[in-house]
């Protein structure tokens, strides 16, 4: 029996209750006159979520949310997805499966993201049908190839109706749409976006009959700018992606606490990760109610939502902010090409003294990006960068075939020295590196490669290494471990004059072909609005 004063999310009201269950399952709510100082509300949902963006394997993920709160997780794997196919995607489902934590998955459907970027694996209808005949997977993953559902391209389509005929949801992904080829995108069958960055474009989609995802992660925190419309409509609170560092100190809980500091009533925050993910997924989860899986949470109050108890299927799997079970996971072989590349690999080149060179610019704290421009020189026949202004090199190398980098230049960093390297590069995964000079660069990346996969901060003729040998995006560690790797790597960043919130995940994003504006990837610098490759240089044809 579990007893609190019982928040129904469904009728929106709030009374003392005792909870009996069995067997996993809720038998009973009884009213009581009780005076209770705890709440009992419905196991928290994460319902769009990327764990590989963590850098922890599943159950080390569900190791430390779980005391959080959060009893159920929708994931989509299409991160490792991109890098080992279907083998990265087994590999998810059965770690998740060794600890309480409730994890369901949709079908990755954009692998590769776009036919202009390469990949380590490529999933199509059939594998896609595989995924959605299966209990645990709850629906078509983000569909990021919006240019492709506008124009009406026979492959996605068919990912699209094979979801439709097995009666499985469609999740979206389409910043910034909006008028006829929004209304396109939605006809087809796309039933939730998580990209909206205003209450004007979360309302365009929501009357167009979208559910809205509210995304307050560590990379996008959008609940601020979306509060207007999210406190006057039903929406889904998401994280997307969510670093162990935020993680040790708070998941859903502090998404809620978050929501309720801004002014939103506290049941109406709370249907935001319970019923309605709940509803719009077809879960028996999401309420305290008969019938349902008996998944509750006690928390102090309806502000800060401290957490004392969690129970999953009526079992007490954490108390206090400790999970009372262990994660023990094992990791797989990792996919790199064995190869090493030379410092003259990373340079442009250029006969003119000078040139004009499409610039990317980074926004701290987003993954949309600006497109800028600037004049450099060259020098010894290669175009050098401008620390002065802040543009310096990066570059894309494709870790699944030997192949040319892919350079260009970046804006927003701060580096006045040294390189930055990530295995992390959505969502293809190929390795992208910035720096000053070349020779840090491709120190950076060979250490790197030669250690399996993960980031890699070089300067001074010094490597910090913190290791991913799980597709080169996850490890084994605890999350406390990874949190101290971590700090390790953003101080070592912070030295070399680096001054973004978080550099690494920023350096993430900027192969993410599919969100505005200029991006890179193993093939060339990319302009997004136009979905085309784009000339680094204007003096320099392609």
Do not use: W
Not at 82 to 108: E, H, W
Not at 254 to 275: C, K, N, Q, S, Y
Not at 415 to 431: E, I, M, Q
Not at 498 to 509: A, I, K
Request: aromatic share 6%.
């Amino acid at each position: 029996m579990i007893e609190g004063n019982l928040v129904d999310v469904r009728r929106k009201e709030i009374f003392p209750a005792r909870v009996e269950h069995r067997d996993g399952l809720i038998t009973r709510v009884e009213r009581v006159t009780d005076d209770y100082d705890t709440y009992i509300v419905p196991g928290l949902i994460d319902s769009h979520i990327h764990i590989e963006l963590s850098h922890l394997c599943p159950s080390r993920f569900g190791e430390v949310v779980v005391p959080h709160g959060t009893t159920s997780v929708i994931a989509d794997p299409h991160e490792i997805a991109n890098v080992q196919g279907m083998a990265g995607v087994r590999y998810m489902v059965k770690d998740s499966s060794i600890t309480p934590l409730r994890v369901f998955f949709t079908a990755p459907s954009c692998v590769p993201a776009t036919r202009f970027e390469t990949s380590g694996a490529s999933l199509g209808p059939s594998e896609i049908e595989e995924m959605l005949s299966g209990d645990d997977f709850v629906a078509l993953g983000e569909v990021m190839d919006y240019p492709g559902v506008v124009a009406g391209e026979p492959e996605v389509m068919a990912k699209i109706e094979v979801a439709k005929r097995l009666g499985k949801p469609v999740d979206g992904h389409c910043p910034l749409l909006s008028g006829a080829d929004l209304r396109k995108y939605v006809e087809a069958g796309i039933t939730t976006d998580h990209e909206c960055t205003s209450s004007e474009e979360a309302l365009e989609k929501y009357r167009l009959g979208m559910m809205i995802m509210v995304r307050q992660g560590s990379a996008s925190r959008n609940l601020e700018e979306l509060y207007e419309f999210a406190e006057r409509h039903e929406f889904i609170l998401v994280s997307d992606d969510k670093s162990a560092s935020d993680l040790l100190e708070g998941h859903v809980d502090r998404m809620l606490a978050e929501a309720v500091a801004l002014g939103m009533d506290p049941v109406h925050a709370l249907r935001a990760v319970t019923i309605n993910p709940a509803v719009h997924y077809r879960l028996p989860i999401g309420a305290i109610e008969p019938g349902r899986r008996a998944d509750i949470v006690r928390v102090s109050d309806l502000e800060r939502f401290e957490v004392k108890e969690v129970f999953i299927g009526g079992d007490l799997v954490a108390s206090d902010g400790t999970a009372r079970f262990e994660a023990r996971p094992k990791e797989i072989v990792n996919e790199f090409l064995p190869q090493r590349k030379m410092p003259s690999d990373f340079g442009i080149v250029s006969g003119a003294p000078s040139v004009t060179a499409k610039v990317i610019g980074v926004v701290d704290g987003g993954i949309v990006t600006e497109r800028l421009s600037a004049q450099l020189a060259t020098v010894d026949g290669r175009v050098a960068p401008d620390t002065g202004n802040d543009v310096i090199r990066i570059a894309v190398v494709n870790r699944y075939a030997d192949a040319p980098v892919s350079n260009a230049f970046v804006k927003g960093f701060g580096l006045r020295k040294g390189a930055l390297a990530s295995s992390v590069a959505h969502d293809s995964h190929n390795v992208i590196v910035v720096g000053v000079e070349c020779e840090d660069m491709a120190q950076a990346f060979n250490t790197l490669v030669a250690g399996g996969g993960g980031f890699c901060v070089f300067a001074d003729g010094k490597a910090t290494v913190m290791k991913l040998r799980v597709a080169g995006l996850m490890c084994t560690r605890p999350a406390f471990e990874v949190k101290r790797l971590y700090d390790q790597l953003d101080s070592k960043a912070r030295e070399l004059g680096c001054g973004l919130t978080n550099p690494f995940m920023t350096l993430s994003f900027l192969s993410l072909l599919v969100v505005p504006r200029l991006k890179i990837g193993d093939r060339g610098l990319f302009d997004v609005d136009a979905f085309e490759f784009t000339e680094v240089l204007s003096s320099q044809p392609r």
